[in-house]
């Protein structure tokens, strides 16, 4: 992790041009006029930043999700890169991601993020087979995400990643064993993957609830998981963090951040910010942050002091999605518990479950292994609820 002089910036895009049926982001219909708006805004609250930002004087990673920050046209994208420099000096930039979605990226734009100093694109892919891309109501198709691969690679960007879902209704393990070996042949520095959650209010959760949709069952999930673990490796690629995998040397540098309890800043509707102590995040509606800005306001709707002992906790939550694991003589001293004991507990709870080994000791060091990481929602609730048990 850098230094504290270092920041990273997230920015938040707003819009797609029409929602997936999964979809629960903050993303609304998208328009030109919409966009313009929506760019002056964030371009106002930048500068309304502009003490916290002139105290920060190197900036390390900047990331532009969404959305479908595609959508942005070349000549906002530049408004924005130029309100940045004009704070900050972008040669510490170790790391320039921008987010795009298959069917609708033109090589212009491409080459104009090239020029700005985006090294990283990270492709919303979702599958390699068009079936499941239609069942999920993804604007594009697959001979989109190939041409937008070749763009890429085109224009000179050296990192693409892909994202890709499993579980999909319908997905086999035949076919997402395809996408996987389809994402792998295009050479890609990097992946991400991520199991379909049914959202309460998107309409496939509706779907699923008259029955017209059934989920893929847990048991089918996990061999897809375990599947990608086992590939992916094979091909080189290192599981670094519960659904991220890297050819070495790539592993997401901002994401990094995020895990590792680093600072961020956060622009546009619904970005959160972290300043080490504080967090505080935006408004997720697009008209409101816009006329929070318009009236010289921060669109801040909501803010939390993390107290010592929450910043410990949340260090072992974040610590056990990660290869790095958490740091036993650190928990132990948080906790007041001896981490064999805690340990011990967590398995006599997993019985039952997928069989095997969940976690390792190494060192001074406990980590999940891939099976632990696929019930990791569950072992970190239990590992609180013990923690929280062990409060005077
Ligand atoms: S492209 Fe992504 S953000 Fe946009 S609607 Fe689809 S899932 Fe949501």
Same mark, same amino acid.
């Given at each position: ?52 930002? +002139? ?67 990270? +492709? ?222 967590? +398995? ?45």
């Amino acid at each position: 992790m850098p230094d504290s002089d270092y920041l990273s910036i997230y920015i938040h895009f707003p819009f797609c041009v029409r929602k997936c049926l999964y979809c629960d982001f903050a993303s609304e219909d998208w328009g030109l006029e919409r966009i313009d708006r929506w760019t002056d805004a964030l371009i106002l609250e930048i500068n309304l930043n502009k003490e916290r930002l +002139i105290h920060s004087p190197k900036l390390y990673t900047l990331y532009i999700g969404g959305g479908s920050p595609n959508l942005v046209g070349g000549d906002n994208f530049y408004r924005i890169v130029k309100t940045l420099n004009d704070y900050f000096d972008f040669d510490t930039l170790r790391e320039f991601t921008v987010e795009v979605n298959p069917g609708g990226t033109s090589v212009e734009l491409l080459n104009t993020f090239r020029n700005a100093g985006v090294n990283r694109i990270s +492709i919303g892919c979702q599958s390699f087979i068009d079936g499941e891309l239609k069942t999920l109501e993804r604007i594009h198709s697959v001979d989109d995400i190939v041409r937008l691969l070749e763009q890429v690679k085109s224009v000179g960007i050296p990192q693409r990643s892909l994202d890709l879902i499993f579980g999909i209704p319908g997905q086999t393990i035949e076919s997402w064993k395809n996408s996987l070996e389809s994402a792998i042949s295009y050479n890609v520095e990097h992946l991400s993957l991520y199991n379909l959650i049914y959202e309460e209010g998107t309409p496939l959760s509706d779907l699923r609830s008259k029955g017209v949709v059934s989920p893929v069952e847990e048991e089918q999930e996990w061999l897809m998981y375990d599947l990608a673990h086992k590939v992916l490796e094979k091909a080189g690629f290192v599981h670094y963090e519960i659904s991220n995998w890297a050819k070495p040397d790539y592993m997401a540098v901002h994401n990094s951040i995020y895990w590792s309890g680093g600072k961020y800043l956060g622009f546009g509707p619904s970005a959160h910010s972290f300043d080490g102590e504080n967090r505080w995040w935006n408004c997720r509606n697009v008209d409101t942050y816009i006329n929070f800005l318009k009236n010289d306001k921060l669109p801040i709707t909501g803010s939390e002091k993390l107290s010592v002992k929450n910043k410990k906790t949340e260090y072992f939550l974040l610590g056990l999605r990660t290869q790095t694991g958490i740091e036993i003589s650190r928990f132990e001293s948080v906790t007041g518990m001896e981490f064999i004991d805690a340990h011990k507990m967590l +398995i006599g709870h997993l019985v039952g479950k997928i069989e095997g080994e969940y976690g390792y000791i190494e060192g001074n060091y406990f980590r999940l292994t891939h099976k632990g990481w696929f019930l990791c929602d569950y072992i970190t609730g239990k590992l609180l609820t013990l923690i929280e048990e062990r409060k005077p």
